[in-house]
């Protein structure tokens, strides 16, 4: 039986819950009205566990219109999963029990968005997909390992797939990812010139510019990393 000191708690935490999300919110019009409403049809709730389901609900409805990037995300989530604060008192520790799984539940909400983004708009670099496929594999353990200690079996299958099959989409643009090279030249070319060197394709060479970080796509750096020629 859920006590009033566990209801309080929980109370307290679907507040905070609330706030951790509100940045993802702000990212379009769109997403800001959704969250508004989310706010009141928690405020109409007068169950506390039932507001945990309609947070839940109002987070998949923030991901359906795009809200968020994967960055955002992760950052909600991890905001989330602070909630509530560690204590010493054991007897607020028995307190915040309820608050706490309710915590694991809206944070794997939240990676699960994460992992969607990601779906939607897949990095294409190779530095920014693997680090991408790091914070996925290793930031989520925790939160499914929290959702297994509740029993929470439903949400744990539902964000272990939504995980893999990001991570999967993730390996497969690695696998078509030119490997990066040091490129050195004897002197400044420009860029259209190198372009035809190393890829024959002159096209490229606003992509050498982008990479190089070069000022102007006359005089390209000595020394620059590019994708390897052998590997386009």
């Known amino acids: 039986m859920t006590d009033r000191y566990q209801t309080a708690a929980l109370a307290e935490a679907v507040l905070g819950f609330v706030e951790a999300l509100r940045p993802v919110a702000l990212a379009a019009e769109q997403a800001s009205d959704l969250m508004a409403t989310t706010e009141a049809a928690i405020a ?10 309609v947070l839940v609900n109002g987070i998949r409805d923030l991901g359906a219109v795009g809200a968020g ?8 989530a991890g905001s989330v999963a602070l909630i509530p604060a560690p204590t ?5 520790t028995v307190a915040q029990d309820l608050a706490r799984a309710a ?11 994460a ?29 499914l390992d929290g959702l297994a200690t509740i029993g ?22 690695v696998l078509n990812i030119a490997p990066m090279a040091l490129i050195r030249a004897i002197r400044n070319l420009p860029s259209t010139v190198l372009a035809w060197q190393l890829y024959g394709n002159p096209d490229r060479a606003g992509e050498i510019v982008a990479l190089s970080g070069s000022l102007t796509p006359l ?3 000595l020394e620059m990393t590019l994708p390897a020629p052998t590997a386009i």
């Open 152 to 173: 929470d079996g439903s949400m744990h299958t539902a964000v272990r797939e939504t995980i893999d099959m990001a991570i999967a989409g993730l390996d497969e643009i």
């Open 88 to 92: 010493r008192s054991p007897a607020l």
């Open 219 to 221: 005089f390209l750096p």
């Open 69 to 76: 990037s994967f960055g955002d995300w992760i950052a909600a």
């Open 115 to 143: 992992a969607v983004s990601l779906l939607v708009t897949l990095p294409t670099g190779r530095e920014d997909v693997e680090t991408a496929r790091a914070r996925l594999a290793t930031g989520v353990e925790p939160i």
């Open 103 to 113: 915590s694991q539940v809206v944070a794997a909400a939240c990676w699960q968005e």
């Open 44 to 53: 109409a709730t007068p169950d506390e566990i039932d507001r945990v389901a």
